[in-house]
C-alpha cells in the first residue's frame, strides 16, 4: 500500500479544478462517449455512434437532444454542419476532472520501465532513458526536466586544459547534476595556476549554492581576480547560465498525429522543440506544484493548437526538483498515461535515491 502522503502527492492538480457544471447523469453519460470515443478515432463523433456505445440504451434521437444541450453549455462543438460534434477544451477539462482515474500500469509495464533505467547511474541518462520509453509507451514525446543545477549545492569542481586557450570546465551538485562547458581564455593559461584554482574552488565553494559561488566570484576573490582575470569571468558567466535542458524523446511520433496535419501546427511545435523554453517553464511550474498535473492548449502555450501534457514532479535530493511527463495531441488516453507517468515519476525518485546512496558509500 501507497503512503498517505505519497497518494495525495500523486493526485491529479489541475488549474481549473473548480470547474463546476450542472449536467445531469445522462448528459454526463453521453459528454463521456464523446469524449472517449473522439480520443479513439480523432474523428467528429454522430449520435448514432454514441447510442450504439451506450448499448443503444438511449436512442440516436435522444442522443442527438442531449448533444445539442451539452453544445449549448459550451462542452461540445460542431466543426461542419453535416458531421458529428467534437469535444471543447471545456469539455476535456471536465472530463479529466470528473471521470478520469490513474489507471496503475500492469505489472510487465512496470517491468519494463525498470528495465529501461535498470543499469544506468547518471541520474541524466536515467530521464532520458524513462522519456524514450514513455514516448514508445504511448506515441507521444516524452519530457523530463532535470533538476536545475542552481538548486542543489556544489560538490565538486574540475578545470580541465584542453589546449588552445581553452578549459573544460566541470561543476557536479547535490542534486545529481552534473554540468560541464567549455571555456575559452585569451591566452592559455599556467598549468600551476589552473591547478591552484581548482583547489581554491573546492575549498571555498564546496556546499554552497550557485547562487552564493556568483555571488562571492563577484564579490569576494579581488586578490584573486587582479592573478586570474580572465578565467575568473569566465567561471561567473558559467555559473550563472548553467542549467540542464529539457529532455525531449519521441518527437517523430508526435508529429505523425493526425491532429498535427496543418503545416502551422507543424511549424508551431517544432519551434517548442527547438527552443525549448517554453516546455522548460511549463515543466519548472510542474515541479513546483508538488502533484500530478494535466495540462491543455493554451496552459502549455499554444493557444491555437490541441495539444496536451501529463507530467509528474519527483524530488531529487528532499530541496531540489525536477519533472517527467508526456506531450502530445488533446485527445490521449489520459487514465493510463496519468498511471504511467506516476509509475514513471516514483521511479526516478528511487533511482536517485540509490545514486546518492551509491555515492556516500563511495565516500566513506
Known sequence: MWRRDVVERFAVKDPASQLKLPLSPRQADVLRAVVELFIETAEPVGSRTVSKAMNQQVSAATVRNVMADLEE?????????????????????????????????????????????????????????????????????GLARAPRLEQGRLQRASLVPVGGGRLMLLWVASNGVVYHREIQLAEEPAAEDVAHLEQVLNREFIG???????????????????????????LVVSAATADDDVIVEGVSRVVEQPDFNTLETLRRLYEAFEDRHLLA???????????????????????DTQVGMVAAPFDADGV?????????????????????????????????????????????
Open 73 to 141: 453549455l459550451g462542452l461540445l462543438k460542431q466543426i461542419h454542419t453535416s458531421s458529428g460534434r467534437v469535444p471543447t477544451n471545456r469539455a476535456l477539462r471536465y472530463w479529466i476532472e470528473a471521470m478520469v482515474r490513474p489507471v496503475t500500469p500492469a505489472p510487465e509495464v512496470q517491468e519494463q520501465l525498470r528495465l529501461a533505467v535498470a543499469d544506468v547511474r547518471a541520474p541524466r541518462r536515467a530521464l532520458a532513458a524513462l522519456a524514450s520509453e514513455l514516448s514508445r509507451m504511448t506515441g507521444s514525446a
Open 208 to 234: 554552497a549554492t550557485f547562487d552564493e559561488i556568483r555571488a562571492r566570484l563577484r564579490q569576494d576573490l579581488h586578490e584573486m581576480k587582479r592573478r586570474y582575470d580572465d578565467l575568473l569571468e569566465q
Open 320 to 364: 531540489s526538483r525536477g519533472s517527467i511527463g508526456v506531450f502530445g495531441p488533446a485527445r490521449m488516453p489520459y487514465p493510463e498515461i496519468l498511471g504511467l507517468v506516476r509509475f514513471a515519476s516514483m521511479l526516478v525518485e528511487r533511482v536517485l535515491a540509490d545514486h546518492h546512496a551509491s555515492e556516500d558509500r563511495e565516500k566513506q
Open 281 to 303: 517553464g511549463v515543466l519548472d511550474r510542474v515541479a513546483a506544484s508538488g502533484g500530478l498535473r494535466v495540462l491543455l492548449n493554451d496552459e502549455i502555450g499554444f493557444a
